[in-house]
């Protein structure tokens, strides 16, 4: 999977990685509708990503404390984390359920549009809409678990 980038516009062409690709059957709303605020999204990566049981992400620690934030203390090396450390969603501002549209578009879908479209469908300027593309194509290239399940998920 790679993308070219002419002027504004954005192709990309998929690569299949993991699996058959279905035409795109899900839009933003569907997703909302899915998962209606931020914690409904960090729960749902929670159980895709430690079924449960939080894993510090720097010392893989189970031990840990709730903070604030959906974040948790880690009790063994006292660095605080949330389920997002260490994915294409560190630190983002953007709604994650923008994010998990973008995955759904660009692992399910062989399509090219330009970034102008994607960045007013998920009302982001097209420079957030190109590096959101670029961090989940690298998520894919690196065969990040986490992405693919969120994929997998979608496609149910
Ligand atoms: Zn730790």
Redesign the pocket.
């Known amino acids: 999977m790679y993308v070219i980038v002419n002027g504004s516009k954005v192709v990309i062409f998929y690569l299949n990685l993991f699996s058959i690709s279905l035409p795109l059957i899900m839009t933003i709303e569907d997703i909302y509708k899915k998962f209606p605020n931020e914690d409904s999204c960090i729960r749902f990566l929670e159980k895709l990503k430690w079924n449960g049981e939080p894993e510090?992400p720097?010392?893989?620690?189970n031990s840990q404390t709730p903070i604030k934030d959906n974040r948790y203390h880690?009790n063994?090396?006292?660095?605080s984390y949330r389920v997002t450390v260490n994915t294409a969603m560190h630190k983002t501002k953007v709604d994650l359920q923008k994010w998990f549209y973008l995955i759904h578009l660009i692992l399910g879908t062989n399509m090219s549009i330009s970034l102008r479209n994607l960045g007013n469908e998920l009302g982001v300027t097209k420079d957030t809409a190109l590096r959101m593309s670029n961090k989940i194509k690298e998520s894919v290239v690196k065969q990040d678990v986490l992405i693919q399940k969120i994929y997998n998920y979608e496609r149910e």
């Open positions: 510090c720097y010392c893989l620690s880690c063994t090396c006292n660095i």
